[in-house]
């Protein structure tokens, strides 16, 4: 039997099915053009300037930082450029150790390469590239170039690296730069400066390379480079150059610096001359040193453990962090004191019987049977301690204080560095603040007795001591003390001091100002200092000074011979030169090493005979030598 087909209903089936296709493709069409629309008309500004984005790359051009020189243009840190082996982690493929052992088939990597890597890896911020090694030749470059592509994530990059070419001279004056961390990001953000930072990898992290940063690393530029689709740059659209960073001339004199630092040789201690008239530091010294480029790409942990654990610690700048007891070079400034306030004459006199008694408790003086009949004069020449048991129990704690505090004992000088200690000048109110128990808070009347020679509370760093013998030998003219002495713009070479005029002025008497320069004139002349100044080519005036480093009950006589070397007494010594306008002025100390004319002195003689004529201390062969230790004979004291 024939079947007819319904071609009637066949005919509206597949007229439906066309109606619903054609609905369904031109609801797609509005969808799609909706899209389009939405795309290029509504949203057309904003993907516009995307996609400028994403073929425009703004690459920051990082500026040359500024460099340091000492006050006769000798370089103390500059830059070099060279090239880097560096690993992004982030975008390594595989294990990290399984990449560097085969890029260690390429390019020798060393285990100490290895140690810094980590070590910078910790400290790197978000996903930052780390060197792995640094100042590659051009040999492992080319080396590393042919397998470059088996290493995505490692790329060499040509850097700027700083370099201190005088090693570890002057490093606590200099300080180094180092790779910037998460606590150098955060102060930098703090302070507005990102922008400013990018691209840049290395921050001032000690020295003035920390306090000058604003001014070394001069502002970073840009460029804007067109790329492709896949990144390669096209090419440049516009430039906005850096500008490089100032540069420092520092008031220091390198061969001067040099010329103490090996006097030290391997003692302990400090040094800071200054030039009176300016506030010029002209040498700063803190022994033992370190070598800063150690710390410019990160520094090892082995190399690290040496510094860190050394017990010389060779990391504290002893100037500026460093709190001692003056000792007698005290004493010219306590002399001051009395004449000033009328305490004392300079007629005036005492019986020296070697002791002081105060209550039940004896003081001693230094030297056994006493000086006898001691006026002002001998007691500055001689330095009598019992004379100033006596006018420090006159004058009180609190007048002491008062006096002593334009002269910066106690205070921070605002050296233009970072970290600065203010140490104690003591009196009653200081007492009240530093304690907690009541009976703590009290000041007793027998603890003003050894403020006057310059022991007790008393504890001022080697700068505060320079800085005070710097105003009283310019007559109580106060200048701030300095490192960086002019800033040169990087551009145009304009010049511009730091330090423009005085401080300020100590009202004092000229005629007392005179007789206490006139009595350390003659403790070189006839006094405690004049074995190591004799015969030295020129005046000066000076102070000895011995200071506790652990303390001696008074009926216990001082032995060195049964103290360990840490236990014994600090050499103090402080001097200007010439004495009627002095050029210079400087404290020195040399921890442990015992009285103040036998360590002390000879190094600050070694200075001023570099500076004044010119002299270097040498052996018998003509090569530079270390400053002798003075033997100490009977009757000699500090």
Request: hydrophobic residues 35%.
């Amino acid at each position: 039997m024939t079947e007819f087909k319904d071609t009637e209903r066949e005919l509206r089936r597949f007229r439906l099915r066309l109606t619903v296709a054609g609905t369904l493709v031109f609801l797609l069409f509005c969808v799609l053009t909706a899209r389009f629309f939405w795309l290029q008309v509504v949203r057309h500004d904003a993907y516009v300037a995307q996609a400028e984005d994403n073929r425009i790359s703004v690459i920051p051009i990082v500026p040359n930082r500024g460099l340091i020189t000492d006050r006769n243009g000798v370089v103390l840190a500059r830059n070099f450029s060279a090239y880097t082996l560096e690993i992004t982690p982030s975008k390594i493929q595989g294990k990290l150790d399984d990449v560097i052992e085969e890029l260690g088939q390429i390019i020798e990597i060393q285990p100490r390469d290895l140690r810094r890597f980590r070590k910078l890896r910790e400290e790197s911020r978000n996903l930052a590239s780390s060197p792995i090694r640094v100042r590659l030749t051009d040999e492992e470059v080319a080396r590393f170039s042919a397998q470059r592509y088996r290493f995505p994530g490692v790329e060499v990059q040509a850097r700027l690296f700083r370099q201190y070419p005088l090693g570890a001279t002057a490093s606590h004056v200099i300080g180094y730069i180092g790779r910037i961390n998460q606590r150098d990001a955060d102060r930098i953000e703090e302070n507005g400066e990102t922008a400013n930072y990018r691209g840049s990898e290395h921050i001032g992290k000690e020295g003035v390379e920390r306090s000058y940063e604003q001014y070394l690393h001069g502002k970073t530029g840009y460029q804007e480079v067109e790329v492709s689709a896949g990144g390669r740059p096209i090419r440049t659209l516009s430039r906005t150059p850096a500008t490089a960073g100032s540069n420092l001339i520092l008031s220091i004199d390198i061969e001067l610096q040099k010329v103490v630092e090996q006097a030290f040789g391997n003692r302990r201690g400090a040094l800071i001359a200054i030039e009176p008239e300016t506030g010029d530091i002209l040498a700063y010294v803190s022994m033992p040193t370190f070598d800063p480029n150690l710390f410019v790409e990160g520094i090892d942990q082995q190399s690290w453990d040496a510094l860190n654990n050394s017990p010389d610690h060779p990391l504290l700048n002893r100037p500026l962090s460093g709190a001692y007891p003056p000792g007698s070079t005290y004493k010219p400034f306590m002399a001051l004191a009395a004449l000033e306030t009328g305490k004392r004459k300079p007629s005036d006199s005492i019986s020296d019987p070697g002791y002081f008694w105060f209550g039940n408790h004896r003081f001693r003086d230094d030297k056994v049977g006493g000086h006898g009949i001691v006026d002002m004069y001998k007691s500055i020449v001689e330095s009598c301690n019992t004379y100033y048991y006596t006018l420090a129990n006159d004058l009180g704690v609190d007048t002491i204080h008062d006096f002593m505090k334009p002269f910066g004992f106690g205070q921070k000088t605002g050296i233009d560095l970072d970290f600065e200690r203010s140490g104690v000048l003591p009196s009653t109110a200081w007492k009240r603040e530093a304690y907690r128990r009541p009976e703590q808070k009290r000041w007793y009347a027998g603890e003003t007795i050894s403020i006057g020679i310059g022991q007790g509370y008393n504890a001022f760093t080697p700068l505060q001591l320079a800085n005070a013998i710097a105003i009283l030998s310019n007559n109580g003219v106060a200048m701030k003390p300095h490192l960086v002495k002019m800033i040169e713009d990087g551009m145009s070479g304009q010049r511009t001091l730091t330090v423009h005029k005085e401080s300020y002025r100590i009202p004092l008497k000229q005629e007392n100002i005179d007789f206490v320069k006139n009595a350390m004139a003659g403790v070189v002349k006839t006094g405690t200092g004049s074995r190591v100044f004799q015969n030295a080519g020129y005046d000066s005036a000076g102070k000895t000074g011995t200071a506790q480093a652990i303390t001696i009950s008074q009926n216990e006589k001082y032995d060195a011979a049964k103290l360990k070397e840490r236990q014994r007494d600090h050499s103090l010594y402080t001097a200007f030169a010439p004495v009627n306008k002095p050029k210079i002025a400087l404290a020195v100390i040399v921890e442990n090493g015992g009285w103040g004319a036998a360590a002390a002195a000879p190094i600050a003689k070694a200075a001023l005979d570099y500076y004044l004529l010119g002299k270097r201390p040498q052996d018998k062969n003509g090569n530079p030598t270390s400053a002798p230790v003075m033997p100490v004979e009977d009757g000699m004291t500090d």
